[in-house]
C-alpha cells in the first residue's frame, strides 16, 4: 500500500517554511474566489510577534510549540478549505496566540488585528475614506488624490488579491454589536468587498490606497465595470476569538470551523513557563508553580497570572515569602481570580 503524503501545512513548530505553497490555486470549488495576484505583490510587513507570544527559550519543546494536535489539525482543515476559525475558552488560553504561530510558521507577513469592541462596524473593518479631509484641503477647484484619505481596514487589507493568504485576527467578537456577525457573513462567503468612493473616480490610471498595517501605497488596478470592487484571489487565514460571553446566529457558525481552546495541563504550563522564562527561572519558582496548580483546581487562573509571579521569583523576589502564610499580600493580587466565584 503506498504511503500518503504528509496532508498537513501548517505543523506547530518554531521553523518557517515555504509549505504554503501546496495550498496556493487549489481551493474546493465552492470557496474559490475572483481576485486576481497583481505581477508585483503588496508590500507585506514581516511577523513580529511571534517571540513575545511563545518565548524564545526551547530547551523545553525544541522547535515544536505547545500546541495540541487536536488544535494543529483544525488549523489545517481551516486553511485548505478556506474558512474562518472560530476559537472559544477561557482569557488566557492561547487564543488569540494560534494566528501568530500561523503567520511565523507559514511566512505569511505581519498578523493583521482586528480588537472588537461594542462600537465595531463592518465598515470600521473593511475601510475609511477621510472625505472631509481630503475637501478640506482641495485647492482652486483642485481635489488631491485619494490615495492620502483613504485607509483600508485590517479585514479590507486581509482581502487583497496576494498569491499567498495574509493572517487576519478577530479578536474578541463577543464583545460585538449584536449586528456584526451577520454583517460578517456575505463577506466570508464572497470574499469580497465595494468602495464606492473608488468607483466614482473617472480616471483610468491605478488607483493607490493605504493599508492598514503600512504606509506605503498599494497600486489597484481595475477594469471600467470592475472599478471599486477588493477581490481576494487566496482567502485570508482568519481567527475570531470568544470568551463565551455571547451565542452566535447559526448562520454564522455555519461558516466557520469551531474549537474550544482548553485549560493548559500542568506540563503544557511548565512548557510554557521554561518556554518564556528559561528552565532556571522555572526550578527557581516550583514553589509558586505548584501553588498555582493548587489554587486553579478550584479558582478561575490564567496562564499570563502565573508567568508574572514567576518572572518576579526570577528578578530576585523570595518565593518562600510570595507563599508564606504571613506574607502573602503579593501573591494573592498576582493570583486573584479572574471570576468572583
Known sequence: MTEKPNWKIFNGTRQPHSGIKKLVGDP????????????????LPEENEFERRYGKHTEATGSTL?????????VNAALYLRRPLFI????GSGKSSLAYA??????????????????????????????????????????????????????????????????????????????LPNDLLNIFEEGE?????????????????????????????????ERGYIRCCE??????????????PPAFLRRCLRLTMSTPTGTELENIVKAHLGSQSFEQAKEIFEHFEDKSESHDLSTDQLLNAIYLVSRGARPDLLIDENNKNLLSALLKPLSND
Open 235 to 248: 482567502f485570508p487565514f482568519i481567527i475570531m476569538t470568544s470568551n463565551e460571553e455571547k451565542e452566535f
Open 193 to 225: 468587498f465595494y468602495i464606492p468612493e473608488i468607483a466614482r473616480l473617472s480616471e483610468d490610471k491605478p488607483t493607490e490606497v493605504l493599508a492598514s498595517d503600512s504606509n506605503k501605497p498599494i497600486k489597484l488596478i481595475f477594469s471600467e465595470q
Open 28 to 43: 474546493p470549488n465552492w470557496r474559490s474566489f475572483k481576485g486576481i495576484a497583481p505581477e508585483e505583490e503588496y508590500f
Open 102 to 179: 500561523v503567520a511565523h510558521e507559514l511566512k505569511l507577513g505581519k498578523v493583521l488585528r482586528w480588537p472588537i469592541t461594542s462600537r465595531s462596524t463592518l465598515l470600521e473593518g473593511l475601510y475609511h475614506y477621510d472625505a472631509i479631509g481630503r475637501l478640506q484641503n482641495s485647492k482652486d477647484g483642485n481635489t488631491p488624490d485619494i490615495t492620502q484619505y483613504l485607509r483600508l481596514g485590517p479585514l479590507g487589507t486581509a482581502l487583497l488579491p496576494r498569491k499567498a493568504p495574509r493572517v487576519l485576527l478577530i479578536d474578541e467578537i463577543d464583545k460585538s454589536d449584536i449586528n
Open 88 to 91: 472559544t475558552g477561557k482569557p
Open 66 to 74: 505547545n500546541i495540541d494536535p487536536e488544535i494543529i489539525n483544525l
